[in-house]
């Protein structure tokens, strides 16, 4: 009795995953100025002139009680009104330290993927009693 042996070599695709490092995004990382107007109030002080008047004694040389041979001056009288200004002066100081890094975040990501695979299939027809197949 011999025996017939047939052989069909099957395949199936296999699933490998592996990652790559790919560029992603770039960052630029600069500093602006940021202008803003402030409005201070500033306490400031003014001379002002002032002017008393006094009344004249009876015969009218000067004041009551002041010695008549004083009030006239030989010179005119100046005096020198001040008055205090704001003055604003800027100087930049620093406030903070930016510190720029990266980090790798851990994640997963699902990927879904079609495998095929082949499958044997055998076909058999029946021989009716009369046909033999040839040898």
Do not use: F, N, W, Y
């Amino acid at each position: 009795m011999s025996e017939e042996h047939a052989e069909v070599l099957r395949s199936a695709e296999e699933l490998r995953t592996r990652t790559v490092r790919a560029p992603r995004e770039r960052v630029r990382i600069s500093k602006r100025i940021v202008s803003e107007v402030r409005t201070v109030e500033v306490p400031v002080r003014v001379e002002r002139l002032v002017v008393e008047h006094e009344p004249l004694d009876e015969a009218g040389a000067g004041p009551v009680g002041e010695d008549p041979a004083g009030l006239a001056p030989a010179e005119p009288l100046e005096i020198v009104l001040h008055e205090e200004v704001p003055v604003v002066s800027l100087r930049v100081q620093p406030v903070e330290v930016v510190r720029v890094g990266v980090r790798t975040v851990q994640g997963e990501e699902v990927v879904e993927v079609d495998l095929r695979s082949e499958q044997v299939v055998v076909e058999q027809e029946a021989v009716e009693q009369g046909e033999r197949p040839a040898p």
